[in-house]
């Protein structure tokens, strides 16, 4: 089910709105000429990371990985990233939204358990 196309859709949702809590976080945790750099940099980090570090293989990307990680340390990137954007909305005051993209985070790797498993084998 972690192929499945719904939750592939829902796990670039996903994605997405966790640049978007990194970028909140950024902007609503500091001041000054700082807000825009890290509303900026955290999400362009968290990207480069996302897109960078691989699984090879992978059947829920292209295959491809332009840095070889193990499965450990990709589920790890992932939980990272996805989390610390949930958590970027309820620092920068969206605690409801950031509520339930973790709870949206938990559902899709919950339908994900084969692809935790084939990671975690990696």
Do not use: C, H
Not at 4 to 17: G, K, M
């Amino acid at each position: 089910m972690g192929n499945a196309w719904w939750n592939l859709t829902l796990r670039f949702l996903l994605e997405l709105a966790a640049l978007l809590g990194l970028g909140l976080a950024g902007w609503g945790l500091s001041d000054g000429w700082w807000r825009w750099i890290l509303a900026l940099a955290l999400p362009l980090i968290a990207a480069v990371l996302w897109g960078t570090f691989a699984v090879l293989n992978d059947p829920s990307r292209s295959g491809r990985a332009p840095v070889p990680v193990p499965g450990a340390v990709r589920l790890v990137l992932e939980l990272t990233i996805l989390f610390g954007g949930a958590a970027g909305f309820y620092l920068a005051g969206y605690t409801t939204t950031g509520i339930i993209v973790a709870l949206l985070i938990a559902i899709s790797y919950a339908f994900s358990l084969d692809r935790l498993s084939w990671l975690l084998k990696q």
